[in-house]
Every structure is written in structure tokens, then in C-alpha cells.
């Protein structure tokens, strides 16, 4: 079946450097995406959205790509904090609301 | 503050008994909600759409008869584990969409079930 999957289960990071964390998905028919972040014992927290009429968008300290050619997406968190240590999934959807998510990432920041 | 509210944030229950999880949109309404379960150091799994004033509409693989979910207005959603196992044990997490076309998903704190 359609899927979304990551291709690094774990990245270690230093503190203040750049991260970047890797997505791929297999649902051509997706049409919007989101990151989550997800600290241990919690639920999901929304970090940044994009749908697939864009390949980039850009919050506070994060960056979204998508690459539809590929089907792949990527979120980029520039000066890694202490803080940003944490499990990110990106899930797609291409109905309203019904998500599927990748297998996830745990980020480790190092001092 | 949290949108998404759910209770009880953790419960141990025996083995054969019954447990429910509400899941509750503070300040919107929520047609359709959704509860995933998420496994340690795994994704999190949707098992089933719940459906205000209709049934819920289960994932394959996700027995309907076990997982009982109930949409009975719309603020207030419940997952009702039904003779509760040791593998059932997991954190349940359910989510709400905030508009009409789904795009506004917010998420509970989730629910650890302990089943001994």
C-alpha cells in the first residue's frame, strides 16, 4: 500500500549547527504535508505544513522542501538547540485530516 | 494551550476488563475525529475515523468489536478498549480536525494504557 518513510532513524547534531531530516513518500496523490515533532510521552506537535503547489516554506529556525519529482520532502532546523532533541515524523495526507506517517526520526543534540 | 484534550493521560487496567479514552475539541467543533495507537519507539498507527452520529470507520487489521469508538456529539469522542490484553498496551492518540477541509489537525496529549 501507499506509504511515507524516512530514510535516518537516528541523527545526532551539535548544538548550534544545521539539521537537516529526510522524508520520502510513495503517494503521488498526496497534496499536503506536515512535520511533526514528538518529545517522549507526548502527543504530536505541529511544526510546519506545505502543500504540493509549493516546494518550500519556511517558519521560525525551520524550513520545509518538497521535491515532488522525487517524492521526497525534508525539514531543515538551523542552530539546533537542546531543545529540538526529539522523535519528527512527517505524515502526508491527501484526504481531509486521515494521516499517514513515516517511521520517524529521533534527533539528538549534542553540547 | 492544548485544543485537543484527553483523558485519562494514563491508566493501568487488569487484564479482561474495559477501559475508555475520551477524546474531547475544547474550543471547536470536530466532525470527524481520529484515533492512532503508537507502539514504543514505532510511528503512530491510525486505527479508525470516528464519525460524529455515525459509525466509525475502521482501519484494516483493527478489530471493530475490541475498539469500540463513539462520536456522540461534536466536542467528545471515546475509544473503549474492550477486554483489555497485555499486547494492547500502547499509547493512544487521538486527533481533530479544526475546519472543513481538514487541514488544521491538532493533536491530543495521548493516553498510555497499561494492561496487566
Known amino acids: 500500500g501507499e506509504s511515507v518513510g524516512l530514510h535516518l532513524p537516528t541523527l545526532s547534531v551539535q548544538e548550534g549547527d544545521n539539521s537537516i531530516i529526510n522524508c520520502a513518500y510513495s503517494n503521488s496523490a498526496s497534496d499536503y504535508f506536515i512535520w511533526y515533532k514528538q518529545e517522549s510521552g507526548k502527543g504530536p506537535q505541529f511544526i510546519i505544513d506545505?502543500?504540493?503547489?509549493?516546494d518550500k516554506r519556511q517558519g521560525q529556525r525551520v524550513t520545509v522542501l518538497l521535491n515532488k519529482t522525487v517524492k521526497h520532502l525534508s525539514l531543515q532546523i538551523a542552530a539546533t538547540q537542546p531543545g529540538d532533541s526529539a522523535v519528527y515524523f512527517c505524515?502526508?495526507?491527501?484526504?481531509?485530516?486521515?494521516?499517514?506517517f513515516g517511521t520517524g526520526t529521533r534527533l539528538q543534540v549534542t553540547l | 494551550g492544548a485544543v485537543v484534550s484527553q483523558h485519562p493521560s494514563r491508566v493501568i487496567c487488569k487484564s479482561g476488563t474495559s477501559v475508555k479514552i475520551e477524546c474531547r475539541s475544547l474550543d471547536f467543533q470536530a466532525t470527524t475525529m481520529f484515533w492512532y495507537r503508537q507502539f514504543p519507539k514505532q510511528s503512530l498507527m491510525l486505527m479508525a475515523t470516528s464519525n460524529e452520529g455515525s459509525k466509525a470507520t475502521y482501519e484494516q487489521g483493527v478489530e471493530k468489536d475490541k475498539f469500540l469508538i463513539n462520536h456522540a456529539s461534536l466536542t467528545l469522542s471515546t475509544l473503549t478498549v474492550t477486554s483489555a490484553h497485555p499486547e494492547d498496551s500502547s499509547f493512544y492518540i487521538c486527533s481533530a480536525s479544526r475546519s472543513p477541509s481538514g487541514n488544521t489537525i491538532y493533536f491530543g496529549e495521548g493516553s498510555w494504557l497499561t494492561v496487566v
Open positions: 505524515a502526508e495526507t491527501g484526504t481531509a485530516s486521515k494521516l499517514t
Open positions: 506545505i502543500r504540493s503547489n509549493m
